[in-house]
């Protein structure tokens, strides 16, 4: 879980700063537009925000990964992840986008959603819900 954990700080982490600085490129990338008007760009960076604090949840429970609170961390996670591909699989099958790195994206929380449930699988303390 340790490794999971450090895994998507620095995931998460560079998409957040990655969305941050650059708000309508990463996006562009991803789905193929770009971010059009302020309330794009506000919603771009509100994004950001909440992937950098994601981050940073993860890199700070790294060393608590037996805790209940770190389950709790990679059940929140697999519900990301799986949020995630839903919606980038949305926006290439029904809206007909398509970024540079959509399939990629698409693998990647795919592959991190299935390593959380493997670690919540595995033993771990269980999440309080």
């Known amino acids: 879980m340790r490794t999971l954990l ?8 560079l998409a957040g700063l ?3 600085l650059f708000p309508s490129q990463a996006v562009s990338l991803l789905v193929g ?18 992937l950098l604090a994601l981050g940073i949840a993860c890199w700070a ?6 805790s209940r609170a770190a389950a709790g961390l ?11 591909v839903v919606l980038l699989l949305y926006v290439r099958l029904v809206a007909g986008n398509f970024g ?11 592959g991190l959603g299935a390593w959380s449930v493997l670690c919540l699988g595995r033993g ?6």
């Open 6 to 13: 450090f895994a998507k700080a620095v995931v998460e982490g």
């Open 18 to 20: 990655l969305l941050l």
């Open 33 to 50: 537009t770009p971010l059009q008007g302020p309330s794009g760009y506000v919603l771009g960076r509100i994004a950001a925000a909440a």
């Open 61 to 66: 429970a790294r060393d608590e990964s037996k």
């Open 74 to 84: 990679i059940l929140a996670l697999v519900i990301y992840d799986s949020i995630v």
């Open 100 to 110: 540079l790195i959509l399939w990629p994206a698409v693998a990647l929380h795919l």
């Open 124 to 129: 771990h303390p269980r999440p309080v819900i």
